[in-house]
């Protein structure tokens, strides 16, 4: 059962905690040094699927060919291939930053939408990218759901869901609007160093007096 008693200002304050002493996820980093929303969205783009470290070098070496949707779409996709690679899927993503470049160019006059539903229009923009885009991008109130928030509000028992979209919008019911844009670099990171898929740090972990453990067989 959901836990309706669950203390999430002492959970989130927990994992705060924790998440000081841990590596912050690269986008989060990102987000940090620079809010400009195209840069946010190709970085989305380019981190499916691939490591924070690849992802990091990639994006440096494709922002410092073009920045810019105009300039991006300038590039050939092979340029950009070449810049990208060895993302996951390298291919497949210059196609679809070149495409989204143009669209950004032609339909939005050069500036990413603002909006998740325009945002949720653009090809191959998923409601986790849009959030990040508005979240990160835009300072705007969004809940971006990747495996790790959905697995950790489950395990903790706040939330009851089946599929990432499912949590998302159930954490938009429950959790309080102040947590919203924090609360996907919290739980990556706390979810690369303590609270992992399998065999997650429970004996180290501030949280394991408040979390139901659902779904953990084995821990540490």
């Known amino acids: 059962m959901i836990q309706k008693?669950?203390?999430?200002?002492?959970?989130?304050?927990?994992?705060?905690?924790?998440?000081?002493?841990l590596d912050l996820p690269w986008l989060d980093q990102l987000s940090r040094r620079d809010r400009d929303p195209f840069k946010v969205l190709i970085s989305c783009i380019l981190s499916l699927r691939t490591q924070d470290k690849t992802t990091s070098e990639a994006t440096k070496r494709l922002f410092s060919l073009a920045h810019t949707p105009?300039?991006?779409?300038?590039?050939?996709?092979?340029?950009?291939?070449?810049?990208?690679?060895?993302?996951?899927?390298?291919?497949?993503k210059a196609e679809r930053i070149k495409r989204l470049s143009d669209t950004i160019v032609q339909k939005y006059n050069g500036k990413v939408p603002s909006t998740l539903?325009?945002?949720?229009?653009?090809?191959?923009?998923?409601?986790?990218?849009?959030?990040l885009v508005i979240t990160l991008g835009y300072g705007k109130d969004g809940i971006c759901v990747d495996t790790h928030v959905h697995r950790i509000t489950?395990?903790?028992?706040?939330?009851?869901?089946?599929t990432p979209e499912e949590t998302e919008m159930a954490l938009r019911e429950r959790l309080p609007k102040r947590?919203?844009?924090?609360?996907?670099?919290?739980?990556?990171?706390f979810g690369q160093g303590i609270c992992k898929p399998i065999s997650p740090l429970c004996t180290k972990c501030?949280?394991?007096?408040c979390c139901?453990?659902?779904?953990?067989?084995?821990?540490?």
């Open 206 to 209: 501030r949280v394991s007096e």
């Open 154 to 162: 489950n395990r903790w028992g706040y939330v009851r869901t089946r």
């Open 5 to 21: 008693d669950f203390d999430i200002d002492r959970v989130i304050k927990l994992v705060q905690r924790h998440v000081k002493e």
């Open 212 to 220: 139901r453990k659902v779904g953990v067989k084995r821990y540490r």
């Open 179 to 189: 947590y919203w844009k924090m609360l996907n670099g919290l739980l990556v990171a």
């Open 70 to 92: 105009q300039d991006m779409i300038k590039l050939s996709t092979k340029e950009i291939e070449k810049a990208i690679y060895p993302v996951g899927f390298y291919r497949v």
């Open 117 to 131: 539903e325009e945002l949720l229009r653009l090809e191959g923009v998923g409601r986790k990218t849009a959030n």
